[in-house]
């Protein structure tokens, strides 16, 4: 699970890596959780460029009640669920991302 939004530059760069990235990672699924104010600039990216992950908006940014749950005070925040959604990691950068796939 990935918190990024739109507004941001760093997830603007990271996020088409990390999709890149997953593309052959065949067993694994990516929630895409973005954290935004209004829908349309969301719809219209990740319609045209995070294909076949699980893309979510989640309206009133840092508000949103998920964000809350999940602690998210940054984007882009990296979560590595299991099987049963429990949290076995959370990676700071794409980096260790890859590198907790073993790359």
Same mark, same amino acid.
């Given at each position: ?24 990672? =065949? ?12 829908? &349309? +600039?969301?719809? @219209?990216?990740? %319609? ?16 949103? =009640? ?12 990296? &979560? +590595?669920?299991? @099987?049963?959604? %429990? ?17």
């Amino acid at each position: 699970m990935v918190f990024w939004s739109t507004s941001c530059s760093h997830c603007l760069r990271e996020i088409p890596l990390l999709h890149a990235y997953m593309e052959n990672k =065949k067993g694994i699924k990516v929630i895409a959780f973005a954290l935004e104010e209004d829908a &349309f +600039v969301w719809e @219209n990216y990740s %319609k045209a460029n995070l294909s076949g992950w699980h893309n979510v908006l989640g309206l009133n940014k840092w508000q949103n =009640k998920v964000s809350t749950t999940y602690q998210v005070f940054s984007t882009p925040s990296y &979560f +590595v669920l299991d @099987n049963n959604k %429990k949290i076995i990691a959370k990676p700071n950068e794409i980096k260790d991302v890859k590198a907790f796939f073993g790359e």
